[in-house]
Each structure stands twice: as C-alpha cells, then as structure tokens.
C-alpha cells in the first residue's frame, strides 16, 4: 500500500498533536488535509523548502520545525504527527503556479523520487499544497503532517 501522507492545518501544536490517534488521519478530526502518498515531510519536504527558498538543504534541516515529530500514535507506532517549517509554509503561501512548475522539475529528479518523478504531477501536487498553506496562512495556523506506515 505504501506509505500515506495527509499534510493538514492546525491552530498550534497541540491540536495537530491530537491528530496522531486518529487512525483514519486527520480529516477524521475536521482537520483541513491533502492527503497523499510517498512524499515525505523530512527529506523530500526539505529538499523542496531548499528548492523554493534557495536556503541551502543543511540550513533546511536545523530549523527545529523541519520534520519535528510531535507525536506518534498511542495505540501503535504506525502514524503520526510532525511539524513543517514556517519558511516552507509561507514559500509555498506566496509562490504562484508557475514558480511551483519550476521547482517541480529538479524536484522531480531527486534521488528520493529515483529521478523519474513525473515533474506535471508534482506541479499539481504543489498547486494544492500551496492552497492548503494560504487557507493556513489566512487562518493563522501552522502545517503539519499525519503519517502512516
């Protein structure tokens, strides 16, 4: 199956925290959520921040909001809740489709994505991840990510 990946919404840590136990993920929750799969909020999620900011990758990673795991599920191990960076967030609030198309090549032949990411398919990825940053960003939350295994 693979593993799932919903990038969400909330007002602050502790509520995207909540989202850890919900094992359908965080729409379970009324959370604001792009739900996908394979792309992760750590390594593929920073190499995406370095692209769109042009912060070197070793910067990326310091921040202490890059892939933060706020928590994992009680029951079992299987999911949980990290933290994305406010930079990536409000990189992705402020890029227009264009710029997302752009990012979306050299993104698309990263090693993560064994070089043979379909860079159309990750522009539209984009494209609805930068709408999920604006409604964020309009509503004075943060981004996070519920994960799967």
Not at 63 to 88: I, K, M, W
């Amino acid at each position: 199956m693979g593993n799932l990946y919903d990038y969400f919404t909330a007002a602050d840590d502790d509520a995207a925290a909540s989202a850890a136990d919900l094992v359908g993920g965080p729409a379970d929750g009324g959370f604001d959520v792009l739900a996908t799969k394979g792309i992760d909020p750590v390594v593929q999620m920073g190499t995406l921040e370095a692209l769109l900011t042009g912060r070197p990758y070793k910067e990326v990673i310091r921040d202490p909001r890059q892939g933060d795991e706020l928590r994992r599920s009680a029951e079992a191990a299987e999911h949980g809740v990290a933290t994305l960076t406010d930079s990536l967030a409000a990189a992705l609030a402020d890029a227009d489709q264009r710029r997302l198309a752009e990012v979306a090549v050299p993104w698309s032949e990263t090693d993560e994505f064994w070089g043979q990411a379909d860079p159309e398919i990750l522009a539209g990825f984009l494209g609805e991840l930068a709408d999920l940053a604006r409604r964020a960003r309009d509503a004075g939350h943060r981004l996070y990510c519920w994960w799967s295994l």
